[in-house]
């Protein structure tokens, strides 16, 4: 089984409007992390956001929010007042376990912004 | 603001040969990584390394692939003998204390001929 699933190769939004790219993760360690990566065009890992499994509030970074709901093992990265700018290739990443370690990436989302 | 560099930002090798490819990580960081992206493929976790020792590796992490933080500041990938299939995207990435982000590097392209 995939340990990180994306299931949105490509999404379009409207400039200024919000989105929502969609993670779900598999695990059975009761401590790990999601994180979000940005990679542009020019091929850059931008890290965008971090979410703990025992951070009981969601996390927030500017724009970026990233919607946590354990049960369901989502991690949706949700980016409010879209701008041109973010369009990219997004990747949802999770690390396993308490001590630093390999994250493993999901497939990844191109974001396109429409004017 | 502090960010891991990676040098060179492109090499092109004959099959066969060795490649080294280095970082520079954040300097207060104590976690290390090296992480490669296929063209067009997902970002895949090759190696881990702290406290001088590697602490974590994947299964594409063989004996062709070695580590090294030879000083206080550099920390090098070296493909001994590279294949058509090592041609890809390698990041360099590091974590500080609390590893709860990895602040990549701009990549290394690498392509083999």
């Known amino acids: 089984a995939q340990k990180i699933t994306q299931t949105q190769p490509g999404m379009f939004v409207q400039e200024k409007e919000a989105v929502t790219l969609d993670c779900t993760y598999d695990?059975?360690?009761?401590?790990?992390?999601l994180f979000w990566y940005k990679q542009p065009s020019s091929g850059e890992m931008i890290f965008l956001i971090y979410?703990?499994?025992?951070?009981?509030q969601n996390a927030t970074e500017g724009r970026y929010s990233l919607n946590f709901q354990k049960a369901r093992k989502s991690a949706n990265l949700v980016i409010s007042a879209s701008q041109l700018g973010d369009s990219a290739m997004y990747f949802c990443?999770?690390?396993?376990?308490?001590?630093?370690?390999?994250?493993?990436f999901g497939d990844g989302t191109t974001l396109t912004v429409k004017p | 603001e502090p960010e891991v560099t990676q040098t060179p930002s492109h090499q092109v090798t004959q099959m066969g040969q060795e490649v080294i490819l280095r970082c520079v990580p954040i300097?207060?960081?104590?976690?290390f990584y090296w992480y490669r992206q296929i063209l067009g493929q997902k970002v895949e976790f090759l190696v881990s390394?702290?406290?001088?020792?590697?602490?974590?590796k994947s299964e594409i992490f063989d004996d062709q692939f070695s580590v090294e933080r030879p000083d206080g500041s550099n920390f090098t990938l070296k493909i001994r003998s590279t294949k058509l299939e090592d041609s890809a995207m390698y990041f360099c990435?590091?974590?500080?204390?609390?590893?709860?982000?990895?602040?990549f590097g701009p990549g290394t392209r690498l392509l083999v001929l």
């Open positions: 695990t059975s360690d009761q401590s790990y992390g």
């Open positions: 990443a999770m690390r396993e376990g308490p001590n630093a370690g390999k994250s493993t």
């Open positions: 390394f702290y406290n001088n020792e590697i602490s974590e």
């Open positions: 979410q703990g499994s025992y951070d009981e």
């Open positions: 300097s207060n960081h104590l976690y």
């Open positions: 990435a590091s974590s500080d204390v609390r590893p709860e982000a990895q602040y």
